[in-house]
């Protein structure tokens, strides 16, 4: 087994996760630094034993002080290794893309084997987001193995995470020409994406099948969509023959652009979408004081818990918008609420919205769960992953 200079020797007992094969290692864990390694470097990961574990990038300032690369010691974490697992991870999404689709992630971190790197294409741009020190010690690796599958690679390595790995954000041209107008196709409807200034990498591409699971049940529904952003469940509800969609938002720059991508699909019927710029914790009261009634409501909130030492909080959060929708809801109707937050479990978020349930007195059964596309996998050896968290619900 290799043996080498930099590593990190782990406290007895604590190689079991690796063993397990979990990519992280917490500060915590670690007995001894062996060497000086700098910040994004490839070291070696022993047990107490000395017995070899894996290749890890080293953060020494994160609490997540190293994440795995990989756990076979045949393998050289050099470019053509990135080349190889960035083509695997493409050559994994080529089936989601066709005449109806030009959009997915095509590297989901952890799940693809590359802890830290996210890649979202659009078109012929592919926006890629760095988030860890290992990431951005092979940037150009990373940016060279992208730039064969598409245009333009466009960094948005500005997520508030990289803080926490002692790195600055970074945003602009990676290589390419990025174009003027970025426009992608799903299921027959175009969206205009913002990867310069919008949320995430500009578009939410995890909720594509939740998309057309509501596109499918809005037919001469009035339908309210919470969170609207750039009007993804909008426009599928519109699709979807809605009567009348409520749209609401606190970024009147995201409701522009979803009354721009309405204004793309002309087959839509724009007289029948309206659009509130508002809080909206706020304006589910309001509605609510005004007696509003909808057959089909979406909740898709931002993040409201990065981590577990958030989720006391957040689940007031959940609770409330949930309560307020519930009480919205007609007889029969759907309601599809969501959560993004990594520190709340699939059980605790079905527990809060159980609570606000019996605080609105409404019965409700679930008749759908939701989760994150095929493009976005969940590895077996990290659970973690499985951030994307949703409930279809009946009001009976």
């Not at 087959?267 to 509003?292: C, G, N, P, Q, T």
Request: glycine content about 8%.
């Amino acid at each position: 087994m290799p043996s080498r200079v930099p590593a990190l020797v782990l406290k007895p007992g604590r190689e079991k996760s690796l063993r397990q094969r979990h990519p992280w290692i917490f500060s915590g864990a670690i007995e001894r630094v062996v060497g000086k390694p700098a910040p994004g470097s490839t070291v070696d990961v022993r047990g107490h034993d000395q017995q070899w574990l894996g290749y890890a990038a080293y953060s020494p300032a994160s609490q997540i002080r190293a994440r795995v690369w990989t756990f076979d010691a045949a393998e050289a974490i050099d470019a053509e290794w990135f080349a190889q697992r960035i083509a695997r991870a493409v050559a994994a999404r080529s089936s989601l893309l066709d005449k109806r689709h030009n959009a997915c992630r095509l590297i989901h971190a952890e799940a693809d084997g590359l802890p830290g790197v996210i890649a979202d294409r659009y078109d012929s741009t592919v926006v890629l987001q760095l988030s860890s020190a290992g990431a951005e010690r092979w940037r150009d690796a990373i940016v060279d193995a992208l730039a064969a599958h598409a245009m333009c690679v466009f960094e948005r390595s500005d997520a508030e995470v990289r803080t926490l790995e002692g790195l600055a954000p970074r945003v602009g041209v990676a290589r390419g020409t990025l174009p003027r107008v970025t426009v992608i196709m799903e299921d027959g409807l175009d969206y205009r994406v913002d990867v310069v200034g919008g949320q995430k990498t500009g578009f939410y591409l995890d909720q594509r099948d939740n998309r057309a699971l509501v596109r499918r049940h809005a037919a001469n529904a009035r339908v309210l969509n919470a969170f609207c952003y750039s009007g993804g469940f909008t426009l599928s509800a519109l699709a979807g023959g809605a009567d009348h969609v409520l749209s609401i938002d606190s970024s009147g720059d995201a409701l522009a652009l979803a009354r721009e991508n309405l204004a793309r699909n002309s087959a839509l019927d724009a007289s029948r979408a309206e659009w509130r710029e508002s809080d909206v914790f706020a304006e589910l009261r309001k509605l609510r004081d005004a007696s509003r009634e909808f057959d089909v409501i979406v909740l898709d909130p931002p993040k409201f818990a990065p981590t577990a030492a958030h989720a006391a909080r957040a689940a007031r959060a959940y609770k409330d918008i949930n309560l307020w929708a519930l009480k919205l809801l007609a007889p029969g109707g759907l309601l599809a609420t969501f959560s993004c937050s990594g520190g709340v479990s699939a059980e605790l978020f079905q527990k809060i919205v159980a609570g606000a349930a019996r605080d609105a007195r409404v019965d409700a059964s679930i008749v759908h769960r939701m989760t994150a596309g095929a493009d976005h996998p969940v590895a077996l050896n990290f659970p973690e992953g499985d951030y994307l968290k949703g409930l279809l619900l009946r009001n009976h």
